[in-house]
C-alpha cells in the first residue's frame, strides 16, 4: 500500500512538472510572439515614416524655397517628438509592458493565479 502511494506521488509530482513546462512553452511562445509583432510593426512604421518624412521635407522646402531650412524644421519636429516619448516613456511603455506581461506569465486560462 505504501508502495503504491509513493509511486502515485510521484507519478503525481511528474505530471505537475510536465503541466508547469508545457505551461512555460505557451507563455514564452506569447512573450516572443507578440515581441516579434512589436518588431515587425517598429520596422514597418519606421519605413512608412521615412517616406512620409521625405516627401514632406520635399514640399516644405518647395513651400519654403530652402531645402535646407525644410530640412532644419523637420530634425526640429523629430527632436521634439523624441524630447515627449523621452519625458513620457514611463507612462508610455514601461508601465504598459509590465501589465501585458503579468497578464501574461501570471493568469491562467480558467482565472485562477497559477
Do not use: H, P
Not at 516572443?32 to 522646402?61: D, P
Not at 513651400?63 to 507612462?91: C, D, E, K, T
Amino acid at each position: 500500500m505504501a508502495g503504491r502511494i509513493a509511486d502515485d506521488v510521484a507519478n503525481y509530482a511528474g505530471l505537475r512538472i510536465d503541466a508547469f513546462k508545457l505551461d512555460a512553452v505557451e507563455k514564452l511562445s506569447l512573450v516572443f510572439s507578440n515581441a516579434f509583432g512589436v518588431v515587425m510593426c517598429i520596422v514597418l512604421g519606421s519605413i512608412g515614416l521615412l517616406f512620409f518624412t521625405g516627401i514632406a521635407t520635399w514640399l516644405l522646402g518647395a513651400l519654403l524655397g530652402s531645402l535646407l531650412w525644410a530640412s532644419v524644421i523637420m530634425g526640429s519636429l523629430f527632436v521634439a517628438a523624441a524630447v515627449v516619448v523621452l519625458v513620457n516613456r514611463q507612462r508610455m511603455f514601461a508601465d504598459q509592458m509590465v501589465a501585458l506581461f503579468s497578464r501574461m506569465l501570471f493568469n491562467s486560462k480558467d482565472g485562477r493565479e497559477s
